[in-house]
């Protein structure tokens, strides 16, 4: 478990690219502001482009594949619901329909392509925040928002977070093994009776086990003089180099956003 929580809050991938070299309040600062350019995009060209710029990023940065392949494999729930979902329930031209008797589904234009630009969104922003954890680690992250004055208790929600989901797993791999070890055997479906419920027990058992350890942890806390303030380390100002690449990813997803806007007309214009 800490080898895989060091290896979220510490950079991964290969740390000698220049793009873990990068200054992380620059990043974050232009990371961010990419993320929200690149959601007001409303064209589907716009949105592929800021795809391919942050899948070249990436590259650069020679970010672990497996990893990375991993972590965009969550997406695939929630683009699969908005994909089966939007195009029957957003008013537009059909362009299929199901009969059933007196059950009609029609699916229109519309509704898929407003799901696929939503997932091209989320898309974007998933590569942009896991190039920024993969070159820069979490802990380095949160030192930047902290400078930022980011609230301390936003800071520390994110990280305890992060570090007891490790922990609460561990609980339920070991509550798993002990079930096995006493003979149960889960049915071929998950509304199977005898499944059901000792599913349900494992996480009410669950549940109450994490709520006393997170009570345990806060008192034992308190007892070496844990008071909520989130201590500011001192960082050293930004290189030219940083900034200059910062300015570049900021200046991509403006472009983008510029040229969204009508700057094809302009180029023409201009000639």
Known sequence: MSRVMDHFLQPGGHSGSFMHRLEPRVKVVAIGGFVALSTMLTSRTGLVLAVGFLLVLTAAARVNLRHLIGRLLWLLPFAGVMILLFPFIIPGDPFWRWEWGILTLTATQEGWQHALMLSLRVFAAVLALNFLIATTGLRRVLEALSFFRVPAVFIQLIEFTIRYIYVVGDELRRMNTARAARGFVPGRHLFHRHTFRTLGQTVAVLFMRSWERGERIYHAMLARGYSGENHKKALP???????????????????????????????????
């Open 237 to 271: 100002p930004p290189g030219g180099w940083d900034l200059a690449w910062g300015a570049f990813i900021l200046s991509v997803a403006v472009g983008l956003r510029l040229f969204e806007l009508g700057g094809h007309i302009w180029l023409l214009s201009l000639k």
